[in-house]
């Protein structure tokens, strides 16, 4: 998993003056990767391998898989702007608690997306934003006694960690909002010089009526609408903030017209723009997010420059329910994938989540689990001997993935490679789903090295070190990364 970042040259906590922030602007405009001239940012080349189709493994030709798109209201055949690249953008965790099995969900699909691209042979850049400034870190660290930063890095390593432990790793690079301000200023800037956002007492907020397209991903009747924020100066309630104006603690800045801090939209365009440029791929998200985040990440890029659309696949993942409710932090119906980790392994757990279609609701039941832990032994059961390729079943598994990733399908095409014993599909399979579909010979090996890493991230060291000097006597050495 790539936990660094791509250091940005212009990382400034606070902004002084105005001429600062238009130097600043001008730095950071030089600074965006010019992905879409051809070259892209340097993690996502260190990131973008992965399984590629070995010789012998079906091979579907570049840009045949199609994908539903929120926007049209169809499923389009994948066309990127620029051939064998995909530029893709997924909103991330606000961190202020721990991830919950809904999260899981939408992680998990998107991780196996940008997995299949990458097995068609396609360079992906897959950016994921860690919102670390907002109302509700700024409330639960309060009611810890912490500093908004100290629990945004503590939740930020925990979904990391719980990450990891769900194998997905197809992220190429991870952007923080808080050090990412002076492109928020940016666009802030630019929007005002626009004239399509306005400053009042409150904040700074963009005018939704200058928006051409407003309302168009989400195809609500704008008058039904309800904003979030209320302030009485507002032009329209429907209009949202880019900065709120006020002193919000640790994390507040200076900005050309008051202290304050980003609106809630702004860091996911301003991030965007800096690594993929104002167009780009596929921008994806549970579907909570089509309104109103999504609508107004849209109206503050396209107002930028007038290009339209800023993103043609808009792809949603529907929600993880329990007892037909979405699973959220809020309603407190949720669980923890540590929690759920404990019980069930991450290739059941991914099992579970891809043998539901993404767009579907996916019920969250003990039951549901249980089933899906049984299926994926009954393919490991199956699958022992070698027989060969079966070039039908590894048909279906790429039709079906092709087919707006349509999991629920390849996962029946890996049971019939099960059965065929098709164990090179199996294995090449296994690596973009992320599950091992294969039973290891080495199975109890590498549980007793992932028993010893928890033990280690535990500071438990006494039980590790037992462990391991068995394991010597027993003649397997080890050797454990730095912690
Ligand atoms: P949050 O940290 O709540 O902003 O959520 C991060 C991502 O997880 C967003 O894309 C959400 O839409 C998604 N998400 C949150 N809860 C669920 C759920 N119950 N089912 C599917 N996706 C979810």
Aim: aromatic share 10%; glycine share 8%; hydrophobic share 35%.
């Amino acid at each position: 998993m790539n936990r660094g970042r791509l250091t940005g040259k212009v990382q400034y906590n606070s902004w002084n003056d105005r001429s600062n922030s238009l130097e600043l602007f001008m730095r950071s405009q030089t600074d965006v990767p010019v992905w879409q001239n051809g070259s892209m940012p340097s993690p996502a080349k260190r990131m973008s391998g992965g399984s590629t189709p070995s010789a012998g493994v079906l091979r579907k030709g570049i840009g045949t898989m199609e994908l539903y798109s929120t926007l049209s209201g169809t499923v389009e055949p994948l066309v990127t702007l620029q051939p064998d690249r995909v530029s893709m953008f997924v909103c991330g965790p606000t961190v202020y608690d721990y991830s919950h099995l809904g999260h899981a969900r939408t992680y998990v699909v998107f991780d196996v997306l940008a997995k299949y691209l990458r097995w068609t042979g396609k360079e992906v850049f897959y950016l994921q934003n860690i919102t670390d400034v907002d109302d509700k870190i700024i409330n639960r660290a309060k009611e810890e006694g912490v500093s908004q930063s100290q629990l945004a890095r503590k939740c930020e390593a925990e979904y990391f960690r719980d990450m990891h432990s769900l194998g997905i790793d197809g992220v190429s690079y991870y952007a923080h909002a808080t050090t990412h301000i002076p492109e928020i200023l940016s666009q802030v800037i630019r929007l005002l010089a626009r004239k399509v956002a306005y400053v009042t007492g409150a904040g700074i907020y963009f005018n939704v009526d200058t928006f051409e397209h407003n309302g168009e991903l989400s195809g609500q009747n704008r008058l039904k609408r309800v904003s979030r924020v209320t302030d009485e100066t507002k032009r329209n309630p429907l209009d949202f903030a880019l900065w709120k104006f006020g002193e919000f603690g640790e994390y507040t800045w200076d900005s050309p017209w008051g202290r304050g801090r980003p609106g809630w939209h702004i860091e996911d365009t301003a991030i965007s723009e800096r690594y993929l440029g104002q167009q780009y791929d596929i921008h994806g998200g549970g579907l909570d997010l089509i309104f109103p985040h999504h609508e107004a990440e849209i109206a503050q890029m396209e107002s930028l420059e007038g290009r339209h659309p800023m993103v043609r696949y808009w792809v949603h993942t529907g929600f993880l329910t329990v007892q037909g409710e979405k699973m959220s932090k809020s309603l407190g119906n949720f669980i923890t994938i540590r929690d759920a980790l404990k019980t069930w392994s991450k290739d059941v757990l991914r099992y579970f989540i891809l043998l539901s279609h993404y767009r579907s609701p996916l019920q969250a039941t003990e039951e549901g689990i249980r089933n899906a832990s049984r299926g994926l032994e009954h393919i490991r059961a199956v699958a022992q001997k070698d027989a060969g390729v079966n070039q039908e079943g590894r048909k279906a598994f790429v039709d079906a993935m092709e087919a707006d990733l349509n999991t629920p399908a390849a996962l029946a095409a890996i049971q019939g490679l099960a059965t065929s014993g098709d164990l090179g599909a199996l294995k090449e399979y296994g690596e973009i789903l992320g599950i091992n579909f294969l039973r290891e010979e080495s199975a109890p090996l590498s549980i007793l090295q992932d028993v010893r890493a928890e033990l280690r991230a535990r500071k438990q060291f006494e039980v590790a070190d037992m462990i391991r000097a068995r394991m010597v006597d027993a003649g397997i050495n080890i050797t454990d990364p730095p912690l």
